[in-house]
T-cell receptor, first 112, second 115 residues
Framework: EPEVTQTPSHQVTQMGQEVILRCVPISNHLYFYWYRQILGQKVEFLVSFYNNEISEKSEIFDDQFSVERPDGSNFTLKIRSTKLEDSAMYFC??????????FGNGTRLTVT | AQSVTQPDIHITVSEGASLELRCNYSYGATPYLFWYVQSPGQGLQLLLKYFSGDTLVQGIKGFEAEFKRSQSSFNLRKPSVHWSDAAEYFCAVGGTTDSWGKLQFGAGTQVVVTP
């Protein structure tokens, strides 16, 4: 069965550094998402992306965050200048039309 | 505003016993409802979904859930749990603008299975 793949599985970075989290969605999916889960908290929606543009974003998704689909297969989340509170598990997800989300295994981001 | 509540943070169940996980939602219209499971080190795997039709839905791994509009509930059940069912379970409701993809999750229920 096709999977959403995320790399790296764990990223450690220093505060103020830029990080890029990478995802390869399922190949025939058209809708792409990022979610995050801070330790001990709920899984939260960050952003959705369709037709090469952001469809919706949460209030968490401020100017420090950006998403990109640089080619036909990758979908990235960039955090421009990381803060301690950005430490979380970040999940990429994708779906087809009128179908549920498929999630990747996540990238654990640790900001020190 | 939408919300999802999973009242039980942690449940311990014996292998072979039945399991029921509770989920209550607050939503204005007919909701799109989902149950996901997360095993350690893994992503979120869809167990089942409901958006219309038969209120008893069957999912993978022997799970089922029942939508009860009168109680605003979507409880997950399994008649006989296996040790491999130990995981965290999340109930989620789809958003008004993107019912399939913009999900609001509950806090999760951690299930421990004892021999």
């Amino acid at each position: 069965e096709p999977e959403v793949t995320q790399t790296p599985s764990h990223q450690v970075t220093q505060m103020g550094q830029e990080v890029i989290l990478r995802c390869v969605p399922i190949s025939n999916h058209l809708y792409f998402y990022w979610y995050r889960q801070i330790l001990g908290q709920k899984v939260e929606f960050l952003v959705s992306f369709y037709n090469n543009e952001i469809s919706e974003k949460s209030e968490i998704f401020d100017d420090q965050f950006s998403v990109e689909r640089p080619d036909g297969s990758n979908f990235t989340l960039k955090i421009r200048s990381t803060k301690l509170e950005d430490s979380a598990m970040y999940f990429c997800a994708s779906r087809g039309a009128r179908s549920p989300l498929h999630f990747g295994n996540g990238t654990r981001l640790t900001v020190t | 505003a939408q919300s999802v509540t999973q009242p039980d943070i942690h449940i311990t169940v014996s292998e072979g016993a039945s399991l029921e996980l509770r989920c209550n939602y607050s939503y204005g219209a007919t909701p799109y409802l989902f149950w996901y499971v997360q095993s350690p080190g893994q992503g979120l795997q869809l167990l089942l979904k409901y958006f219309s039709g038969d209120t008893l839905v069957q999912g993978i791994k022997g799970f089922e859930a029942e939508f009860k509009r009168s109680q605003s509930s979507f409880n997950l059940r399994k008649p006989s749990v296996h040790w491999s069912d130990a995981a965290e379970y999340f109930c989620a409701v789809g958003g008004t603008t993107d019912s399939w993809g913009k999900l609001q999750f509950g806090a999760g229920t951690q299930v421990v299975v004892t021999p």
